[in-house]
């Protein structure tokens, strides 16, 4: 079946610049995640959702960064006032569920931002 | 502070040998350990996963040994072939069990 798609592939966009990242988790999958991930370091956790709440911000960097999920399926990663420090590789994951049992997450390929 | 620590950046192994990688963490609460496997312009993908009430995991060439006591867990690729060439992350779930906390990650690469 399908994967976590991910649009666009890559994104360059100017310094101060707004952009949005899609993700399309795997069907039937309620639980959703935003990682970031900088040249040559792991993923950084930015924000979970369960359904079509966000559960957990807490890795949101700061407010430039906003991340919706209307209808519990497709969610858009929205960065505003981009900044050059912005630039990563943005991935998205998805899992049945989550909580105390873990459900695996099947990562995205990735958004790669270059902001110049 | 960082929560997960691994160990080595890059390895170099020929083909045939054993790859080692380690992982130390903090928080004695995590009750999750995997290991993930990603492929230039990829998205990780999980190789293998351990929980703390058992201290070894096999799957095929794969190992996770795990030393509750001192935090640390480690990944051992057996037989290593040039396509396990990737970077491979250690990782913890947080407590809340939801996110991922990775390593920094491991280049490894497999010459033939």
């Known amino acids: 079946g399908a994967g976590v798609s991910q649009t666009p592939s890559n994104k360059v966009t100017e310094k101060g610049k707004y952009v949005e990242l899609r993700c399309d988790p795997i069907?039937?999958?309620?639980?959703l995640y935003w990682y970031r991930q900088s040249l040559g370091q792991g993923p950084e956790f930015l924000i979970y959702?369960?359904?079509?709440?966000?559960?957990?911000d807490s890795g949101l960097p700061n407010d430039r960064f906003f991340a919706v999920r209307p209808e519990g399926s497709v969610s858009t990663l929205k960065i505003q006032r981009t900044e050059r420090g912005d630039s990563a590789v943005y991935l998205c994951?998805?899992?049945?569920?989550?909580?105390?049992?873990?459900?695996?997450?099947?990562f995205g390929p990735g958004t790669r931002l270059t902001v110049l | 502070q960082q929560q997960v620590k691994q160990s080595p950046q890059s390895l170099i192994v020929q083909k045939g040998g054993i790859s080692i990688i380690n992982c130390a963490y903090e928080?004695?609460?995590?009750?999750?350990f995997p290991w993930y496997q990603q492929f230039p312009g990829k998205g990780p993908a999980l190789l293998i996963a351990?929980?703390?009430?058992?201290s070894e995991k096999k799957e095929g060439r794969f190992t996770i040994s795990f030393n509750k006591s001192a935090k640390q867990f480690s990944l051992h690729i057996m037989d290593s072939q040039p396509g396990d060439s990737a970077t491979y992350f250690c990782?913890?779930?947080?407590?809340?069990?939801?996110?991922?906390?990775f390593g920094k990650g491991t280049t490894l690469s497999v010459s033939s």
């Open positions: 994951a998805s899992s049945l569920t989550a909580g105390p049992i873990y459900n695996e997450q099947f």
């Open positions: 069907s039937g999958h309620t639980a």
């Open positions: 959702f369960q359904g079509t709440g966000a559960a957990d």
């Open positions: 928080n004695t609460a995590f009750d999750y």
């Open positions: 351990i929980r703390p009430d058992v």
């Open positions: 990782a913890v779930l947080n407590q809340a069990g939801t996110a991922l906390i």
